[in-house]
């Protein structure tokens, strides 16, 4: 039986490591650290992709994108976004909407989040209005609120194409 809707949901995490920027969302932030990742450490397209993949079962991106593979090492996650939306496509599927929010205490994620979502409207084809991105802090609590990684938790409805 085909069915008209699939739904998906992801999550990430990286821990944050010297540096001077985050990636979210396609977006670079200045910050005063960096996050530990064998790609680029994008959390929103992480889970994002993540989402995608649940809602056809086909895995996760570290299936698709092993860690152990040089070719991710410092990856644009664009591109890998990219990658699970030809995925879906070539199966006659699109993301509907999407919906992901972001755990930290800093950097700030507000200012960008216009940017990230036409960054990841921009990548899977569709309108910037079905596409949210929104940030909470964990009020201090676990290792979010102690500044020790960042968090992001994606869900998506997908369409047929
Ligand atoms: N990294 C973050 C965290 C939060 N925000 C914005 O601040 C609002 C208040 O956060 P609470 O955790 O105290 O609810 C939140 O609703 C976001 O709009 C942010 O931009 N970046
Ligand atoms: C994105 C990939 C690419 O190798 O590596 P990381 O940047 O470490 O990110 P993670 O969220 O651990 O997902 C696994 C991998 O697919």
Known sequence: MSTDFRIGQGFDVHAFGDGDHVVLGGVRIPHNRGVLAHSDGDVVIHALCDAMLGALALGDIGVHFPP??????????RMLLRHCDGLLRERGWRVGNADVTVVCE????????????????????????????????????????????????????????
């Open 68 to 77: 152990s593979d040089p070719r991710w090492k410092g990856a644009d996650s």
């Open 106 to 161: 800093r950097p700030k994620v507000g200012p960008h989040a216009t940017a990230m979502r036409a960054n990841l409207a921009a990548d899977l084809g569709i309108d910037i209005d079905t596409v949210s991105v929104k940030a909470t802090t964990s009020e201090k609590l676990g290792f979010t609120g102690r500044g020790e990684g960042i968090a992001a938790q994606a869900v998506c409805l997908l369409v047929r194409a």
